[in-house]
């Protein structure tokens, strides 16, 4: 039976047969000892159409049976477990076609639910078990910076933010972005653009600020800061500072910052003063982001002035 055959029959009237025909083509599937690529395909083929047809029910059927099979279609438990985590669980403990990657990725896309399942995976990567303590606990995280731990009642915080960041970014880093013994190399327009793109697209702002840091060779709190910071007389150097198109610096505010272009008039302005940014200017301020990333920190208040910020708070 083809594809169309199947979305035809799901498009049918008699209820619950598209459930019917998702459930018996992935138990079929699953009693294979050794299924060939071909027939994975055609498992794709058949199921992918029926999805959107079918209930809740048959999707948390086929994902608790699939979270079981090492040779599962990679793009159906990829869908399932895109889903709420009440039906991906099974495949968040124990799919082994989901990567470090693919974990990361659900993290960011739908938080701390699909985290905790996560968490109960087996041999979970170490980065990834830290990512999730930061998400459960984040009164008590730290930042990274001189700022004091965010912790109401007093207690030390217990995970470093910025060593998380740092290891979940060398973890993402794709093959075009490394290089001999995993440093990074320098990436092209298209390439940093790319990057820049799909974390913004995340809607996850860490995710993003970390990959803004990297392209700029910047410390992660200045790259907050230009994100942050309201107007656009930071953020329009630093991506001028990259070459960007005007455009494509519009896609990116705009992913960043919903809402922010609520008319057309806000659109042409933002790329006004886009163009009339000067690349010689942009990367002089880029310049001087990177010397103070660079510069020794200094002590600005005196050793007890966080205790007592922390009490004041």
Partial sequence: MSSSDFRQIANGAESGRADRLFRAAVSAFCALTRPSRREIAQLEDLTLPLFDAVSVEARRYVAAILSEIDHAPPELVRRLSDEPVAIAAPLLIRSKLLCDIDLIRLIARHGLPHARAIARRPDLNPTIADLVKALERPAVVRTGSDDPPRDPAGEAGKTDIEGIRQRLRGMMLSPQETAGHGRPVPLDRAAMFDKL????????????????????????????????????????????????????????????????????????????????????????????????TSAPTRPDRPPQAGSQALKAS
């Fill in 197 to 292: 793109r799909s974390t913004a697209l995340t809607g996850r702002a860490a995710y993003f600020q970390t990959a803004l840091a990297d392209v700029l060779g910047i410390g992660f709190g200045k790259a907050r800061s230009i994100v942050e910071t309201a107007g656009f007389d930071e953020l329009i150097p630093a991506f001028r500072a990259l070459d960007l198109e005007a455009e494509q610096a519009f896609l990116l505010t705009a992913a960043i910052r919903p809402g922010t272009f609520a008319e057309i008039g806000d659109i042409k302005r933002f790329l006004d003063q886009y163009r009339l940014c000067r690349s010689e200017m942009a990367r002089e301020r880029l310049r001087s982001w990177k010397e103070a």
